[in-house]
C-alpha cells in the first residue's frame, strides 16, 4: 500500500477531500479576480522591472576538499580498475506522479493517464489560451494529468495552473550543436525518459513543431 492509498484510508481522509475541494474553489475565485484586475489596470501593470543589487555579491569561498579524498592513492590511468563493488542490475524507479494543478487539485490522489501537451512553436497568447483550454477540460473529464512540453523559457502561463512543464531547446538555441546525428539520438532518448518519468500514455501536438525538432 503506497502512501496515496494509506491516505485515502485514514480517518482523516473526509477532512482532506473538503480541503482539495476548498482549495479548487478558492482558486477559481482567484482567477476571476485576477481577470477582474488586468481588465482595470491592464497587462502592464503585472510586468516586472529587472531588480539591480546595489552591491555585488561577495565570491564564492572554495570548498576544501575531504581528508578521504585528499588521501586516495592516485590512479593510473593504464591500471585495470576492479568494478565488483559497482552497483548492477538497478532496477527501474517508479515513474512520478504529474501535479493536478490547482484547478483540479481535489482529484490528487486519483487515478488519471499522464498526458503529454506538445506546444513547441506556439507564441505565448496560443499558449496562454492552449493552457487555459486544457485545465477546463480537466476540471470536466477528471481522468488526465497533462505534461506540458515547451521549446520556450517563458513559464508564466503555467505558474499559476500549477502544472508540470518539461522544455527542450529550440533550433535556434542549438547552435553549439555540430553534430546533427548526436541531437536527434539526444532528443529521442530525452523524449523517451520524459514517457518513462511521467508515465505518459499519450503525447498530443498542439504546435507547429514536434518536441526537440
Not at 41 to 58: A, M, N, W
Not at 73 to 93: C, F, K, Q, V, Y
Not at 166 to 174: A, F, I, N
Amino acid at each position: 500500500m503506497n502512501a496515496d492509498e494509506q491516505l485515502r484510508k485514514s480517518l482523516h481522509w473526509g477532512e482532506i477531500d473538503g480541503l482539495l475541494q476548498r482549495l479548487e474553489d478558492q482558486f477559481a475565485t482567484q482567477q476571476i479576480l485576477q481577470r477582474r484586475y488586468l481588465s482595470l489596470v491592464g497587462e502592464q501593470e503585472q510586468k516586472l522591472d529587472p531588480i539591480t543589487l546595489s552591491e555585488p555579491l561577495p565570491p564564492l569561498k572554495a570548498a576544501k576538499p575531504s581528508k578521504e579524498f585528499v588521501d586516495h592513492p592516485a590512479i593510473d590511468s593504464n591500471t585495470s580498475l576492479d568494478e565488483t563493488w559497482w552497483p548492477t542490475g538497478l532496477a527501474e524507479p517508479d515513474p512520478m506522479v504529474p501535479q493536478t494543478g490547482w484547478r483540479s487539485i481535489s482529484m490528487r490522489f486519483a487515478h488519471a493517464k499522464g498526458l503529454g501537451i506538445s506546444i513547441c512553436g506556439m507564441s505565448a497568447d496560443k499558449s496562454q489560451h492552449l493552457v487555459e483550454m486544457i485545465a477546463r477540460r480537466q476540471e470536466l473529464e477528471r481522468d488526465f494529468r497533462p505534461v506540458f512540453l515547451t521549446d520556450s523559457l517563458d513559464f508564466s502561463m503555467f505558474l499559476p495552473f500549477g502544472f508540470v512543464v518539461e522544455y527542450l531547446p529550440p533550433k535556434p538555441r542549438r547552435e553549439h550543436t555540430r553534430h546533427q546525428s548526436a541531437w536527434k539520438a539526444y532528443v529521442s532518448a530525452r523524449r523517451d525518459f520524459i514517457v518513462r518519468k511521467w508515465n505518459l500514455q499519450e503525447i498530443i501536438q498542439f504546435g507547429p513543431k514536434p518536441f526537440g525538432e
